[in-house]
């Protein structure tokens, strides 16, 4: 996984859409996603950011809570149209910051199963950008 996947928007989404049980089709359908799975896909994984009437639709679909509704908008500001890859070392320490305060509501929303899940994949992410920045990170 790249830095842009670790992004706290696609964390949001990732985690969110775990917590109610849906697929990545099933999430576009009830959000009336344009797209698709595929859109939505891309949005997760920070290929492509999502227009804030988008995040709207997803957090409703998802029942997600008004807080992490607001977590996500946020996460969309601050990821911004530039992109993961142009954000100041400020920015990804601020990034950093805020996916952490996300990843607490989170862990307090999801069941046993998918709170490990979740950090797995994570913890996965981690490793392989340390690897794709020579171990250092």
Same mark, same amino acid.
Request: hydrophobic letters at 40%; charged letters at 30%.
């Given at each position: 996984?790249?830095?842009?996947?670790?992004?706290?928007?696609?964390?949001?989404?990732?985690? $969110?859409?775990?917590? /109610?049980?849906?697929?990545?089709?099933? !999430? =576009? +359908? &009830? #959000?009336?996603?344009?797209? @698709? %799975?595929?859109?939505?896909?891309?949005?997760?994984?920070?290929?492509?950011?999502?227009?804030?009437?988008?995040?709207?639709?997803?957090? $409703?679909?998802?029942? /997600?809570?008004?807080?992490?509704?607001? !977590? =996500? +908008? &946020? #996460?969309?500001?601050?990821? @911004? %149209?530039?992109?993961?890859?142009?954000?100041?070392?400020?920015?990804?320490?601020?990034?950093?910051?805020?996916?952490?305060?996300?990843?607490?509501?989170?862990?307090?929303?999801?069941?046993?199963?998918?709170? =490990?899940?979740?950090?797995?994949?994570?913890?996965?992410?981690?490793?392989?950008?340390?690897?794709?920045?020579?171990?250092?990170?």
């Amino acid at each position: 996984m790249s830095e842009r996947e670790m992004d706290s928007l696609g964390v949001i989404l990732r985690a $969110e859409r775990a917590r /109610a049980g849906l697929s990545l089709e099933q !999430l =576009a +359908r &009830a #959000a009336g996603i344009p797209g @698709g %799975r595929s859109t939505v896909h891309r949005w997760e994984v920070g290929d492509r950011c999502p227009p804030p009437w988008a995040v709207g639709r997803l957090m $409703e679909a998802m029942g /997600a809570s008004p807080e992490t509704g607001e !977590l =996500a +908008r &946020a #996460a969309l500001e601050e990821r @911004g %149209r530039a992109g993961w890859a142009r954000m100041s070392d400020a920015a990804r320490r601020g990034a950093a910051t805020k996916a952490a305060r996300v990843q607490a509501i989170i862990d307090r929303r999801l069941t046993e199963e998918q709170r =490990a899940a979740v950090h797995a994949a994570r913890a996965a992410a981690k490793d392989a950008a340390r690897g794709a920045d020579g171990g250092e990170g």
